[in-house]
């Protein structure tokens, strides 16, 4: 999905998905750093004369498979003569700056998880509301900040009482009748708004490290949303939420089932489903 085209003095920016802030004057002011101050869920391509830049959001979420992840890439006379890539994917990769202590309390990681939502839920969205660790987190931080959303849940495959507390909490709708296959599939014949807020991708980013299968979720589902004019947001896929994932003190947390998620919801008192991962249907 298209969002924004700019055309000035030979310059050419394209903003594919959702990037709020205003991409040709920080383009202007920034150049190359441009990744520094854009947020969201985008690509950004900027065409100048023979020279071309593309410019990523951390999750690639709009260019699966194709370019890495919160990188800049430019490409002039048709080779790559700039390209850099600001994070590595994994935790197994993960290595602290010299001197870095990790954090022993949520606090910074509650901040970026609410900021991400803030974010990205505007403009009246849907949250796809499950009873998993993604989804809750997301709802709960919306919930918290008193930001305007609506909530679609599927019946099926969910945790009957921990999905009707939820739901019941943020005046959703529990959708009856889905019995296989994928919940978006199903559930997008019912959305109403423009936007849809999910926790789609999370497990890969935190848990499996499973790239390929990441850029196949985001790829599949932002098709299916696009081809019905909705945007497809992941605010869990932000890289200030990533960074403060991983910089905490593992004596803490069990990252293998993403128990800082739970202690968010927890803090809230937001219901939790403890049991089995249960996934939005995909």
């Not at 969910?158 to 199903?186: A, C, K, M, P």
């Amino acid at each position: 999905m298209i969002s924004k085209l700019y055309n000035e003095d030979g310059l050419n920016i394209v903003v594919k998905g959702f990037c709020p802030v205003d991409v040709l004057e920080i383009w202007k002011s920034e150049k190359l750093n441009s990744y520094r101050y854009l947020k969201g869920d985008y690509l950004v391509k900027v065409s100048e004369h023979n020279k071309t830049v593309y410019i990523t959001d951390f999750a690639g979420s709009q260019s699966p498979g194709q370019l890495p992840r919160n990188s800049t890439i430019v490409i002039q006379d048709n080779e790559i003569v700039y390209c850099k890539q600001n994070w590595t994917t994994t935790r197994k990769y993960y290595i602290p700056p010299q001197g870095f202590e990790r954090k022993t309390n949520f606090d910074d990681f509650f901040h970026a998880i609410d900021n991400a939502v803030a974010l990205r839920c505007t403009d009246n969205p849907t949250i796809t509301l499950s009873c998993g660790h993604d989804s809750g987190v997301i709802a709960a931080s919306a919930l918290k900040q008193n930001l305007k959303f609506n909530a679609l849940s599927l019946r099926s495959i969910e945790n009957e009482d921990v999905l009707e507390r939820r739901s019941e909490l943020v005046n959703g709708t529990i959708l009856d009748g889905f019995t296989q296959g994928s919940g978006h599939d199903f559930i997008v014949n019912f959305i109403s708004d423009n936007v849809v807020v999910s926790g789609l991708g999370a497990d890969e980013l935190y848990v499996t490290g499973d790239d390929e299968l990441l850029a196949e979720f985001y790829a599949d589902t932002i098709d299916l949303y696009a081809s019905r004019g909705i945007e497809h947001r992941f605010p869990l896929s932000d890289y200030s939420v990533w960074e403060e994932y991983f910089s905490l003190d593992e004596r803490i947390i069990n990252k293998a089932n993403k128990s800082p998620f739970i202690k968010y919801m927890e803090t809230l008192d937001f219901p939790v489903h403890y049991g089995e991962k249960v996934s939005f249907g995909i």
